[in-house]
């Protein structure tokens, strides 16, 4: 839109203005309507831009659900602020784990994370050098506290080419999309509403692969439909990535063995906050079991 404002002024200025003066045979006004339009485009869009300005810190969350109970539910948040002041988001819950959560710049002195504990309540953010500095936490909610109730129910799954059985949705959320992983098998459909039953066999899928490292070559696909998918769509897409790299990989980085399990994960849109203040968090949760 900016840049459609630019080009209309651009052409405006130069032969349409022109054409405007000669028909009025005002020729002469050229150079001074020229810089009166040029003070007038330079409002225009300024005032345009701050519509795309990011007026308060952007949340992205993911949180993971193992509906069996046996883990405890774990969030991944990306955080980032265009100002260079320092900035810092309270917590919406009880965590008993919040740390820094960032592979390249963990050690980076120029990454000053602050994580800070008042009674209950944790805050946390950090003190930026340049625009849109980065920022990524892992956080582990109390013990006992479910979001989700109910289940995933698998009833026979499995692959001749393609992966067949069924899978009900026993939960009260609604699944944008959900995963199947079988070994080093993944499939993705999209849709599946609370209560809902599907055949996979008769389900379109979206997304399949069978190799060693099911994340990489998953998210690589998401990478390159960005063009084709709508935002919400690869958001989602993405959320669901989070949550398989999640199960896939241990804290050591080393790759767990899946081959012995059925795994269906549900991306939920969405979910509960993770920040509060002044923040616009992007909130999503993957929820699934393990037979």
């Not at 020729?27 to 345009?48: D, K, M, N, S």
């Not at 944008?176 to 080093?184: I, P």
């Amino acid at each position: 839109a900016l840049k459609a404002v630019i080009i209309v002024y651009v052409i405006f200025v130069g032969p349409v203005l022109y054409i405007i003066l000669r028909i009025l045979k005002k020729r002469e006004w050229y150079w001074v309507a020229v810089p009166i339009t040029t003070v007038l485009g330079i409002v225009v869009v300024f005032f345009a831009g701050r519509g795309f300005e990011v007026s308060d810190t952007q949340v992205y969350s993911v949180t993971i659900q193992d509906l069996s109970g046996q883990k405890a539910e774990e969030s991944f948040l990306y955080c980032y602020d265009a100002g260079n002041k320092e900035w810092s988001l309270e917590l919406a819950g009880e965590y008993d784990y919040v740390a820094p959560h960032n592979s390249y710049n963990y050690n980076d002195e120029a990454y000053y994370y602050h994580i800070t504990k008042e009674g209950d309540s944790t805050s946390i953010g950090i003190k930026p050098e340049t625009n849109f500095e980065d920022a990524f936490f892992i956080t582990h909610k109390k013990s006992g506290e479910e979001t989700v109730e109910g289940t995933i129910e698998i009833h026979y799954v499995a692959t001749l080419g393609r992966v067949q059985g069924s899978i009900t949705n026993a939960t009260e959320k609604d699944f944008k999309y959900f995963a199947v992983l079988m070994g080093e098998d993944m499939y993705v459909f999209e849709g599946l509403e609370a209560g809902e039953t599907v055949d996979l066999i008769q389900k379109e899928c979206v997304y399949s692969n069978s190799q060693y490292d099911i994340w990489y070559d998953y998210m690589n696909e998401v990478n390159n439909r960005i063009d084709d998918e709508t935002p919400e769509n690869i958001s989602a897409l993405s959320a669901l990535g989070v949550g398989i790299a999640s199960l896939r990989y241990n804290e050591d980085a080393s790759a767990v063995d899946l081959s012995d399990s059925v795994i269906v994960m549900g991306v939920v849109e969405n979910w509960d906050v993770i920040a509060d203040g002044n923040c616009t968090e992007h909130s999503y949760g993957c929820v699934y079991v393990r037979e």
